[in-house]
DNA sequence: CTGAAAGCGCTTACAG
DNA sequence: CTGAAAGCGCTTACAG
């Protein structure tokens, strides 16, 4: 079928040994002998075969995502900077997408049984550590984005804090009734940021008042959903008593809960969480991941640990920077729509 | 280092081959053995090598998605559908990015060689028939998507007919200066719905004005940004005779062309194109192209090509449907909001 | 600089 | 139901 290394070598008249080489860059091959076996490669098409290849040297060049939400942007911004970062090495990209709704460690578990990598990217999975620890048995280098374990590498984004900050912010300003956009508590992250929403008010001497914090009832992606963030901000808009700041679980609730306001015709300062690539275009103020960056320095990492796995672990969290933009902005939301820029 | 078949054979006392037949489903193995094996291997944390297999069995279970821009709409829900429809086979997902900017056929080439895949998804790449013509020679089951040659399947929507629709939709509600907003003409669709947008206003013996035609300065993703929709917008909204109606490119320019809209106060009745997920949610009149379906088309005529590499070719043309929204109320325009719910 | 040969881990007729 | 053996297409010491 597919020309092989063995056509190659008959017609060249050398042992496949050469032909090889050729391919490996090897330098002992007589320029004479090469020059003739990339002549001939080129006339029948000739290209290594990827699996062959992996076999014989024990490697597939081969990294893997393991994701559960594909359609996100948080998703593709990393994956952004991990394709960009993965560009000028051998390495190609697998990617699997694991289901929310089944059990997770099986599939992830399944998911490094089937594949082939040399190393694993695991992006916004949470386990429990014993189970991480458990995947440690694999002995397969992994790196972990949104998420950490003792066991693995891993690069993060200080969800507690950049909650707490958030919230600090507002409460620096002296907004008094401070809300807070939840989403589906089963969510790390969820979990973690209205911790550092509950500690900011603590440590300002305030009580936590359970009512301002609210999720829409839209349970898909966890919540992470415009329509969430819609549901929830009306609901805060209907209150007898209403809030007068609102930090917000995710940009993309954000960018609902911003509808809900223009809906309403009341509006609130509301700071995001993500910076998602819409967020500064329409000048919604958030606590900023560094996603790309997120997905540049996992792949570094991984590739660190290939090459030497027993490296001491590693671990990056990064702190959300506040980014101020219109819709904090008293003068905006007073007295026109919060998603113009100010005049 | 891993356990591998052998291990497994020795201790069970079999030869590979019965070992074999067991991780292959093959019915022909004595319930004892099978029992025997499958206990010692889950005990030794077996599992088959992807590579070996594929290598033994030359198939990899491998399909790879070759596409120019990673993070945008588009591509995440054409690959939402994609993976769907791939979640039952036995197939694993390959993704390689190629740059807008280097020579799009070399890349394409070096992909597919590269890959061992057994069928590959080519995403809005744009080449040459005669590029396409020679691509064939690779004799590999390859699925078009957002593209169309004679060569392969295909799968894509008529953006002539949709920005034709468009535009014969607002000649037919009456309005006068119809506008485009366009983007980097080197793009196909670009230039498709140009075209399209020509026609109707022909057909309805109109003359197309050139200077109503008009694109952002932003040359990023060949121009579908909200950037470039936003200047694309404000040229058109510091023209002295103001247009009453636009035809946006895309939707992420539809985006940032209301944005422009919200900052100048001055509105006008907008169409967009693909119906990404923000769209409904904001309220955007646009074409609709079946993303999700054009992805898991695209996998099941590429998994049949793969099981019949001679069948004859199949092309899957979508008519991109008009949803109409708010931004298309003349009610909204005029008194409130375009992004705000009529009342 | 080059070749013969073993090996990577599996599959699959073939023969029994 | 099972095993011996050839083969998938390459790499890589080893010896020269």
Chains 1, 2 share one sequence.
């Not at 020059?35 to 490697?59: D, E, S, V, W």
């Not at 990598?117 to 972990?144: C, D, M, R």
């Not at 804090?161 to 600090?168: F, K, L």
Request: charged fraction near 25%.
């Amino acid at each position: 079928m597919s020309v092989t290394i063995y056509d190659i070598a008959k017609e060249a008249g050398v042992s496949i040994a050469t032909v090889s080489r050729v391919f490996n860059n090897s330098n002992s091959v007589s320029e004479k002998s090469r020059t003739k076996i990339l002549t001939i490669a080129k006339r029948l098409g000739y290209h290594p075969q990827a699996m062959a290849q992996g076999l014989a040297r024990k490697k597939s060049k081969l990294i893997s995502v393991i994701v559960p939400v594909i359609s996100n942007h948080f998703f593709m911004e990393v994956l952004e900077g991990i394709q960009d970062e993965l560009g000028d090495s051998q390495y190609d990209l697998n990617i699997y997408n694991i289901k929310l709704t089944d059990d997770i460690y099986e599939q992830v578990d399944y998911s490094i049984k089937r594949g082939m990598a040399e190393g694993y990217l695991i992006i916004s999975v949470h386990l429990l550590e014993k189970q991480w620890k458990s995947l440690k048995n694999f002995n397969v280098p992994i790196t972990l984005i949104d998420e950490f374990s003792t066991e693995f590498d891993s690069v993060s984004v200080d969800s507690i804090e950049g909650a707490y900050n958030a919230t600090n912010y507002f409460i620096t300003e002296g907004y008094q009734r401070i809300a807070m956009i939840s989403a589906q508590n089963r969510s790390k992250p969820v979990k973690d940021r209205i911790n550092g929403y509950r500690r900011a008010l603590e440590d300002a001497g305030r009580f936590v008042q359970e009512e301002l914090i609210v999720s829409g009832d839209d349970e898909d992606r966890d919540g992470f959903t415009e329509k969430n963030g819609y549901q929830a901000m009306m609901k805060l808009l209907k209150m007898k008593d209403l809030p007068d700041a609102c930090f917000c679980n995710s940009d993309i609730q954000a960018i609902g809960a911003v509808k809900a306001m223009q809906d309403t015709g009341r509006f609130i300062p509301l700071i995001g969480f993500d910076d998602i690539q819409l967020s500064e275009f329409f000048g919604l103020s958030t606590m900023r991941q560094p996603m790309r960056e997120m997905g540049t320095m996992a792949v570094s990492k991984l590739l660190k640990r290939i090459g030497n796995p027993d490296a001491k672990v590693s671990h990056t969290v990064f702190s959300p920077e506040l980014m101020l933009r219109s819709s904090t902005d008293e003068q905006t939301n007073k007295h026109t729509h919060i998603l113009e820029k100010r005049a």
